[in-house]
């Protein structure tokens, strides 16, 4: 049974965000005993209310934030006066991220959590060694792996990481994308493997294995086979008995005692009305965008520029989701809107190589194109006509028969690419929007087009009809990765959050999202945002058990 | 060819002639076919998006439902648009009177992709062009891709694998 607790009982921990970390974090805590009140803003969907409805989705943010409620400004560079734009885009539902993500569920390698030391400095850039190495974080992986449920084959790819163990279950089926794939990367003496996946190919833990209906990335699970916490962890959290989820709660502001810690959390209830929750630690979860406005919207007179914010990192080294994109149409019908979006994948190319001249790395997933609308909008290659008789023609014989390379690959954190609060406009609830300063670092657009010649190179080896990219730079806002705005760090000037994700200048405040990461991995992170949060609530339990905190 | 030739927009005007004799059940201003269009906006969107989306083998915007999907979201999602789906209409109509000096709907088609063409990077062509296609394309409960007709077109299974929920027996 849920727990109901009343918001002047002091609880255990307050939540802020249930998506892939913050389901992960109230259901460990509930698990090792404590109270817990998960304050989320969007609403508590089910499986059953999820539709194979792209226009909704896609089109009328059924499931994302919504800029006509939560407007987000953008700007390329700071001094320049930022303008609405969808920059950002998460799943603002209880599940957050991991209910509509597409669950390609990468770990990072160990490199990602030491470039710095052996790449060196990059001008511009604000690259660093992660406080911890990814030793501390495999045991994690695992638990995330076997706990939620991921699909895949250990010892596949050759570049993978050291892994305690394997996978709880096989891969799920390959696709035609995947077969034409792992022969022309073969060709070129490449190492096609199967992609590791948050969606189940068997029956686990009373869930039901997938049934490759198609609708994975953007959409819910209808089968609650996609590994979210909205399937996976949130049930066992609220069984706890320990742990109430207050859907349609939006935070505005954590609050500081005159001691300088965190005693709670004021929020907007679904009738807009203020509640004060009361709790004796706060773990904001909100995500790599939401987690920053939150804190720098927390001013006191203790902390004007912002909670957690001496070192005035909170909200910098904002990193984004960066890929290349290129398809190829072939001879006979794929028919890639079936099931899963992603079957075979190389990390060939994941190290950055000096000899290339830049810093950057990547891996290359074959995939699905797009839905229908999609397609129908952006699908084809840029010279193919856009309407009339040729075109209805064309898109009836490409879309079946379209597949397409993605390549996900290095962002790297810049200061000046940050989430502040816009200084005119508002939200529906009155609140600063958020805005977005963002450009690409020049070694960024570099990874980008040298994939695209790498992608290129596998659509010769599978001798396609016709293969084509988009220009690199293409299609890159609004960016579904959130990164780096809280980073981790032992040095309270350079990073906002410990190794243990607690706030450097608040001792009972942890942030535990993708606002921790350092580097941008080669995108994917939220097997690493998730393992970060097994950790860090192993962490919080163990303090709180000491009265540590 | 002649508009009024075109099979499927002959069918769809039959229907429509129909609705409008007899006050349907769900419109709630009887004899009114659209939540927000005129029965001539109505008109000229239809072979608007005929031409995007023309009928062949398969069936084209309008007999997809296209109109219905942007007449609802006129009155929804897209009610900001309001201002500019009505001026882009009185535009083209008065280019069609001042070229041709006929309605848009009345016109040949090459007329009508001659009057498009030199439309094409408008903003209001763009709008009903993006517009047309998420009606066509995309799920039938918002109006349009009525009997799924682009999904076959496109090979997509029909009807597409459901959560189990859907299929619950007791309820059928
Ligand atoms: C279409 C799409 C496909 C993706 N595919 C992949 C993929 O294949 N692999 C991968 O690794 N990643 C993928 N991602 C990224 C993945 O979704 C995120 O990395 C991940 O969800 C981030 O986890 P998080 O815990 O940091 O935040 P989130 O999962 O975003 O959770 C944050 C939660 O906090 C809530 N919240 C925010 N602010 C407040 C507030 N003030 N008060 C209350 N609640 C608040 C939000 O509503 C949300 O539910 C994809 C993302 C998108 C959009």
Request: hydrophobic share 40%.
């Amino acid at each position: 049974m849920s727990a109901a607790f009343r918001s002047n009982e002091t609880v255990d921990f307050a939540v802020v965000g249930s998506g892939a970390a913050g389901g992960v974090v109230a259901k460990e805590l509930a698990l090792a005993g404590f109270t817990v009140v998960v304050l989320e803003q969007g609403p508590h969907m089910q499986a059953k209310d999820f539709k194979h409805d792209e226009f909704g989705v896609l089109f009328q943010s059924a499931l994302t934030n919504n800029p006509k409620t939560q407007p987000v400004t953008y700007r390329e560079k700071e001094g320049d006066k930022a303008e609405i734009r969808d920059a950002v885009n998460y799943c603002r539902m209880v599940g957050g991220g991991s209910v509509h993500f597409t669950a390609n569920y990468w770990r990072f390698h160990e490199v990602d959590f030491e470039e710095r030391s052996r790449w060196g400095a990059v001008p511009g850039a604000s690259l660093a060694d992660w406080p911890i190495r990814y030793r501390d974080l495999e045991p994690y992986y695992a638990k995330a792996e076997y706990d939620l449920g991921v699909s895949g084959l250990a010892g596949a790819n050759p570049f993978d990481p050291p892994r305690s163990k394997p996978y709880p279950m096989p891969p799920l089926p390959v696709k035609s994308s995947g077969v034409i794939f792992e022969r022309a990367t073969r060709k070129l003496g490449l190492h096609p493997f199967p992609a590791p996946m948050a969606i189940l190919s068997q029956p686990y833990k009373g869930r039901l294995a997938c049934q490759h209906c198609g609708f994975c990335n953007s959409f819910g699970c209808e089968f609650g086979s996609k590994s979210s916490t909205l399937a996976a962890a949130i049930p066992a959290a609220l069984k706890s008995g320990r742990c109430e989820l207050r859907a349609e709660c939006y935070v505005r502001k954590v609050e500081i005692d005159a001691g300088g810690r965190a005693n709670g959390v004021i929020y907007f209830d679904k009738q807009r009305r203020e509640v004060f929750q009361k709790a004796r630690a706060v773990v904001l979860c909100a995500n790599g965008a939401e987690t920053p406005r939150l804190l720098l919207m927390s001013t006191s007179n203790r902390f004007p520029n912002g909670l957690a914010n001496s070192s005035g990192l909170v909200g910098r080294n904002l990193m984004f989701d960066a890929g290349a994109i290129a398809c190829g149409v072939f001879e006979h019908p794929l028919n890639e809107h079936k099931s899963v979006q992603v079957t075979r994948l190389i990390h060939d190319y994941y190290d950055s190589d000096p000899k290339r001249g830049f810093f950057g790395g990547g891996g290359i997933d074959a995939r699905s194109q797009a839905y229908p609308v999609v397609f129908a909008l952006f699908g084809l290659p840029m010279d193919a006509p856009r309407w009339g008789v040729e075109y209805k023609k064309m898109l009836a014989d490409y879309f079946p028969r379209t597949m397409m390379l993605l390549a996900h690959t290095t962002c790297l954190a810049q200061e000046t690419n940050s989430i502040t609060l816009d200084p005119d406009v508002k939200d529906a609830w009155g609140l600063p929007a958020m805005r977005v300063t963002f450009s690409w670092h020049e070694d960024d657009l570099k990874t980008l087009r040298y994939f695209e010649k790498r992608m290129l190179e596998i659509f010769d080896a599978a001798k396609p009809r016709r293969a084509w990219s988009y220009p690199p730079g293409f299609d890159l806002l609004p960016s579904r990765h959130l990164m780096g705005t809280c980073r981790m760090g032992n040095d309270p000037k350079t990073s906002v959050v410990n190794a243990d994700n607690r706030a450097h200048d608040v001792a009972n405040l942890f942030i535990v999202d993708g606002s921790s990461l350092v580097t941008s991995g080669r995108q994917q992170p939220t097997a690493t945002i998730q393992a970060l949060a097994y950790r860090a609530a192993d962490r919080m339990a163990a303090m709180a058990r000491r009265g540590g905190i | 060819m002649k508009i009024s030739r075109n099979p499927d927009r002959r069918r769809f005007l039959r229907t429509a002639a129909g609705v409008a004799a007899i006050p349907a059940a769900s419109c709630t201003r009887a004899g009114r076919r659209w939540r927000f269009l005129t029965d001539e906006q109505a008109d000229t969107i239809g072979a608007i998006c005929d031409q995007i989306i023309p009928p062949d083998q398969d069936p084209g915007a309008v007999s997809a439902g296209v109109v219905h999907f942007i007449d609802r979201q006129l009155k929804g999602h897209y009610a900001y648009l309001q201002d500019a789906y009505i001026k882009g209409v009185v535009e083209i109509e008065q280019a069609a009177q001042e070229k041709f000096g006929k309605r848009f709907s009345a016109l040949a088609s090459e007329q009508q992709l001659d009057l498009l063409r030199e439309r094409e990077k408008t903003a209001f062509f763009r709008m009903i062009a993006d517009h047309a296609m998420q009606g066509f394309y995309g799920d039938p409960r918002h109006g349009g891709n009525r009997d799924f007709a682009s999904w076959k077109m496109m090979g997509i299974p029909n009807p597409p694998v459901r959560g189990r929920q859907q299929h619950d027996l007791t309820k059928s």
